[in-house]
């Protein structure tokens, strides 16, 4: 059977947009028994391409991290088999306690899942940076990238 893995890459842009625009990552840490420990997340792409995510630093999630900070990342959607589309990132996630970033990554996101105003952006942020001493940012470090876009290929079942 011959592969057809080539036709359904996504390209370097298709992939930052598909990341951009994402709505959930599914962050997989190794949990303290060693087995795969998978959560949803919300998360921005930063201007430079990170993904950027938050979450307190006492849960499990962090605890995981600060124990192995390799994980696997995965942002995929579609009904049907011919829509499928993914992205699977994997690396290393940098733990950040600057309360100035984490303010940032808070307010992005309310921006982003929320639909923050624009000129609501400074109160939020100074709330966040408030309550950013409880917090941990997440910066993923991406090792290596795979990708598919299933629409890509004629006739796959649709």
Known sequence: MVSRRAEIVMTAP????????????????QGPDGL??????WYLVDQAGA????TYATSQKAANLRRQP?????VCDGERYA???????????????????????????MVKYEGLAAEHVPAARAAAFAR????????????R?????????DGAGR
């Open 14 to 29: 298709e992939v930052a947009a598909y990341l951009r625009d994402g709505r959930t990552i599914v962050l997989v840490t």
């Open 36 to 41: 795969p420990d998978p959560v949803p997340m």
């Open 51 to 54: 993904v950027r995510m938050r």
């Open 70 to 74: 390799w994980v696997a990342c995965l």
């Open 83 to 109: 829509e499928l589309r993914g992205v699977q990132l994997t690396g290393r996630v940098e733990l950040v306690t600057d309360p100035e970033w984490i303010a940032d990554v808070v307010a992005g996101l």
């Open 132 to 143: 950013a001493g409880k917090q941990v940012g997440l910066l993923l470090h991406v090792d």
């Open 145 to 153: 990238a795979v990708s598919w876009d299933h629409r890509k290929l």
